[in-house]
């Protein structure tokens, strides 16, 4: 599976923004799938996760409420809208493919196998 996100900018503390991650590859479907992020000197970081069926999804408490993660399994396509943006999102965010269908294991960042480039978002005060 190979991934290119994309959709980051620059926005101001309050905006919001629409990442996009699309894969190529027949077996999308069958992927649990993930945003991560990693922000200057920082480790990256779980942000929200989907099953492969679409059904389940997962978010870090600090983007609960807030961000919002789907999928296409039809188009391949996985998306983050992100609401209510804070500078502390700040951060070069990626996609990520995981065996994991589903469940506790799609938090952890050591469970994706497939990574996406960065796309950087950038939010002001």
């Known amino acids: 599976v190979q991934l290119q996100a994309s959709g980051g900018g620059l926005v101001q503390a309050g905006g919001s923004l629409r990442l996009s991650c699309a894969a190529s590859?027949?077996?999308?479907?069958?992927?649990?799938m993930g945003w991560f992020r990693q922000a200057p000197g920082k480790e990256r970081e779980f942000v929200t996760a989907?099953?492969?069926?679409?059904?389940?999804?997962y978010y870090a408490d600090s983007v609960k409420g807030r961000f919002t993660i789907s999928r296409d399994n039809a188009n391949g396509s996985v998306y983050l809208q992100m609401n209510t943006l804070k500078p502390e999102d700040t951060a070069v965010y990626y996609c990520?493919?995981?065996?994991?269908?589903?469940?506790?294991?799609?938090?952890?960042?050591?469970?994706?196998?497939?990574w996406g480039r960065g796309t950087l978002v950038t939010v002001s005060s």
């Open positions: 989907i099953s492969q069926s679409g059904g389940n999804t």
């Open positions: 990520a493919a995981s065996q994991y269908r589903s469940g506790i294991g799609l938090r952890r960042v050591n469970n994706y196998y497939y």
């Open positions: 590859g027949r077996t999308f479907s069958s992927y649990g």
